[in-house]
């Protein structure tokens, strides 16, 4: 799914700002007609979570209703016109001047509607019944039964599987937007390289198959290729070849500028243009290659999570973030637990961070109840997050889910589904399941990469580093042994309450956090087969509430909520950069 772009052949309008919203905790909005248009509510940011915009509604998850009104820009009539939401958590149903255009499950993943037949000159009505209530057959799932075998059930407010607080909402941009009859639907790039020269091969789709030319031109780095091809099909295939290409890295994130035009009579009608990154990223044996070269990722789990707007968009976080994880000497990250916004991964193709892209499937269980239901939305998330985010360099490898309850044994068929359907895809990345279970976590017989998490001397041997350390030492290696892959520890860290100090180091203390990190590094350095290790967490975050999070967060972050460094932050710029602190 391209992302919408204004040029002069395509227009794109952002529909953010204030809306009119209103709870419906009775359910009584559909009944009541409130699909063409309602009254008495309240103004509401968008893009933004609903739950702390208001001074009693933090809790609330159940229907809630959107409207706002547009017109048309001139010309537009004589285009298609589309509506798209970003991200609209978690069940979203779409009116337009009383047309029920449709519904989307699950947030984090783009859809949008064909709203030519629709939409009007002047006076148009959009609005949106937003629900996120928990439930065990929805993705991730809440109100889980209890049982032995899924160990989260019941311990949280909101009582979800998983430890972060479910925001709603409409949380990135609503946009609307106009691109010829005859149009590029879309594109999918695929890169090689040979000795020094990159090869882009580029995959169009259009919306109609009608006699026209496609004409591909790839600009950067004082390179220009091009190539014009027949296009009377609804697909079209190029191959660009560009010698002496300068590749995309994190050290070196060089770009090129693909720009795809369709051509009648020697004129374009209509124009996409997509950054595009050459290289190429592989597993062999122990090692992950980018470039043919071997990595090591250094970097963080995260979260989309600010005061006030929730899991809303702000682009000044994404700007700050990626600041703070340059300076601390970070080279990737994980979008934990589900796809982060757009503009979060357009900014890792700029400066050069490597992405494990991960779907919403967070807290799985494999009981019979609900199974089929889970497993096809699990389908749907791979299927919409491939779709998304194929051409982006930054994103080196899948993931299919996060900690999963995996002790049953409907589990490795979920999940050897799932990787197939990724493969069938994207066979060009490789792709994982991040599992707490370690060596009885049989998906990783047919994942490419194993992603563990653990916290050895914080949730077990609380307080005892050193018994801790030796378990998290021996357990890699029996785990390599077993399944001998390269190995991520995706998880490691301990809550920290910011200005909490002990000598000698104890647990929520800044100091133990930094110990912790320190000695979970220096293991993870001397094993070979080791390619990446993600501290959990870039930054403290809201949870619901529960005996083990003080004031309802998650206090992992080596950065405050608000983005202010614990020791740990400073530590871990000494070990990943060399660098000591200014003065210090």
Not at 14 to 38: I, K, Q, T, V, Y
Not at 44 to 57: K, L, R, T
Not at 137 to 146: A, E, F, I, M, S
Not at 500 to 509: K, N
């Amino acid at each position: 799914m391209l992302y919408p772009q204004s040029n002069p052949l395509r227009q794109s309008i952002d529909l953010s700002g204030f809306w009119d919203f209103r709870f419906d905790p009775e359910d009584a909005g559909l009944s009541a007609g409130w699909a063409n248009g309602f009254t008495g509510g309240y103004p509401i940011a968008v893009p933004a979570s609903w739950n702390d915009q208001f001074e009693d509604w933090r809790d609330y998850l159940g229907p809630a209703w959107y409207q706002t009104r547009f017109d048309l820009p001139w010309g537009w009539e004589e285009r298609r016109v589309y509506l798209r939401f970003g991200s609209v958590n978690y069940l979203a149903e779409i009116w337009l001047n009383g047309v029920r255009l449709g519904q989307h499950e699950g947030g984090h993943l783009p859809f949008e509607f064909d709203i030519t037949p629709h939409v009007k000159r002047e006076g148009n009505l959009l609005v949106v019944r937003v629900e996120g209530e928990l439930a065990p057959d929805r993705v991730p799932p809440g109100n889980v039964p209890p049982d032995p075998l899924d160990t989260f059930a019941g311990i949280n407010y909101p009582d979800t599987t998983f430890d972060f607080f479910p925001f709603c909402g409409i949380h990135r941009p609503v946009l609307l937007y106009a691109v010829p009859y005859d149009a590029i639907a879309d594109l999918t790039v695929v890169t090689e390289i040979v000795e020094n020269r990159g090869i882009v091969r580029v995959h169009l789709d259009r919306t109609t198959a009608d006699s026209a030319t496609a004409r591909f031109v790839l600009r950067g780095h004082g390179t220009e290729v091009m190539a014009e091809l027949p296009a009377a099909e609804e697909t079209v295939e190029a191959v660009l070849t560009v010698p002496g290409a300068a590749f995309w890295s994190p050290e070196e994130p060089n770009l090129y500028e693909l720009a795809v035009e369709l051509m009648r009579g020697g004129e374009a009608f209509d124009r996409y243009t997509l950054p595009v990154g050459i290289r190429t990223i592989a597993v062999e044996g122990d090692a992950l290659l980018l470039n043919g070269r071997p990595l090591m990722l250094k970097g963080f789990g995260r979260h989309e999570d600010f005061p006030i707007t929730g899991r809303g968009l702000v682009p000044a976080v994404i700007v700050k973030d990626y600041a703070l994880m340059k300076w601390i000497g970070a080279n990737s990250f994980r979008t934990s637990h589900y796809p982060y916004s757009e503009q979060m991964m357009d900014l890792a193709d700029r400066l050069g961070f490597l992405v494990i892209d991960e779907t919403p499937a967070v807290g799985l269980f494999f009981r019979e109840e609900g199974l089929e239901r889970r497993l096809e939305l699990c389908r749907q998330y791979v299927r919409e997050l491939i779709a998304r985010d194929k051409n982006h360099p930054s994103v080196i490898m899948w993931s299919l889910a996060n900690e999963p309850h995996s002790k049953r044994p409907a589990a490795k068929a979920f999940f050897r589904d799932l990787y197939d359907l990724a493969k069938s895809l994207d066979p060009t990345r490789p792709v994982t399941v991040v599992s707490m279970l370690g060596e009885t976590e049989e998906a990783f017989e047919f994942c490419d990469v194993v992603c563990l998490n653990r916290y050895y001397g914080w949730y077990t041997e609380c307080g005892q580093l050193d018994k801790g350390c030796r378990k998290l030492s021996e357990e890699l290696d029996a785990l390599h042994a077993k399944y001998p892959k390269p190995l991520i520890l995706t998880e490691f860290g301990a809550d920290t309450i910011p200005g909490c100090h002990a000598q000698p180091p104890e647990m929520f203390s800044e100091e133990y956090q930094a110990e912790m990190l320190t000695r979970y590094i220096e293991i993870l350095n001397s094993k070979p087969y080791v390619v990446g290790q993600h501290v959990w967490n870039m930054c403290d975050f809201k949870t619901g509430q529960s005996v083990r999070r003080m004031g309802g967060f998650n206090y992992k972050g080596v950065f405050t909520r608000d983005r202010r460094p614990k020791l740990a932050a400073h530590r871990l710029r000494e070990l990943w950069t060399g660098e000591g602190t200014k003065g210090g």
